[in-house]
């Protein structure tokens, strides 16, 4: 038995004898199936292919698959007053990154954002003592390969802790979630935003896309709604999904301004 992963967005199947013979995921409208149509591989040839980049970033240790694969995210490890968390999950685990990982104290919990990065979830969690793996109940649907570890919560907001909040955004997909911290080594608090909030190409701006891909904006009711979720939360910088996506410095002004520059454009 195998456990397939999606080539186009990184997305681990349950065991089976043989591939899907197709991507729930990528056929989805925010989503797509590569060019050259569907295509599988498994975690050993990921893992045979491609390291894990591990680096410090802004006073974290951060993670992510190189050369890229899928979707090219990156994984934080914060270690917060409410345990390690792993914010989001890669592709492929291999031995070092689990040994640096334990070397900062291990992992209590796996926080992911989003249906299109959960990716090798499940492996993440095997290698770490099956760390529990919190998902948004609105996302049950996409989720491709079930498992004892994975635990749903629901609602608009769960606190981990004092400082540590996740908040259910929507708009990309309806349980989409960003994780606020107030203690976050930075000082003055910090917001992962995963997709739900994607930081623009000039680090001063974010933006709303129900899909990236097929560039299809989000709802003005849904940005709305996400803008008076966040509005209790204070953040000096937010760390979107990918390498270089952060606002560093006055993010709560630029994510407050850009409500309004995306309002004004799609209602102007």
């Not at 080539?7 to 797509?32: N, S, V």
């Not at 050259?36 to 802004?58: C, I, K, P, S, Y």
């Not at 989001?88 to 990154?97: G, I, L, P, R, Y």
């Not at 910090?190 to 891909?213: C, E, I, K, T």
């Amino acid at each position: 038995m195998t456990r397939f992963l999606c080539i186009t967005c990184g997305t681990q199947y349950a065991d089976r004898a043989t591939p899907p013979e197709h991507c729930a995921i990528c056929e989805d409208d925010r989503q797509y199936v590569g060019h050259d149509g569907q295509r599988w591989t498994t975690h050993a040839e990921v893992v045979e292919n491609h390291t894990l980049r591990m680096e410090q970033h802004a006073g974290l240790l951060a993670l992510g698959v190189t050369p890229s694969f899928a979707i090219d995210r990156r994984s934080f490890l914060l270690p917060t007053d409410a345990g390690n968390l792993l914010w989001e999950a890669q592709c492929m685990v291999n031995d070092e990154a689990v040994a640096r990982l334990r070397e900062h104290g291990g992992v209590d919990k796996i926080v992911i954002s989003h249906p299109h990065f959960y990716s090798a979830m499940v492996e993440w969690s095997e290698a770490l003592d099956d760390a529990p793996i919190l998902l948004h109940e609105a996302d049950t649907e996409w989720i491709q390969f079930p498992h004892r570890s994975i635990e749903t919560w629901s609602g608009d907001t769960l606190a981990l802790s004092e400082s540590v909040t996740l908040i259910r955004c929507g708009g990309h997909f309806t349980g989409s979630t960003a994780l606020h911290w107030s203690e976050a080594p930075r000082g003055g608090g910090a917001l992962f935003s995963g997709d739900a909030l994607q930081v623009a190409a000039d680090r001063r701006h974010v933006s709303f896309m129900y899909s990236y891909p097929n560039m299809v904006p989000m709802r003005t009711s849904n940005v709305q709604r996400m803008r008076d979720r966040l509005a209790p939360y204070e953040f000096e910088d937010v760390f979107g999904y990918t390498w270089g996506s952060d606002i560093r410095g006055g993010a709560r002004a630029a994510v407050d301004a850009s409500y309004e520059r995306y309002l004004a454009a799609v209602l102007g």
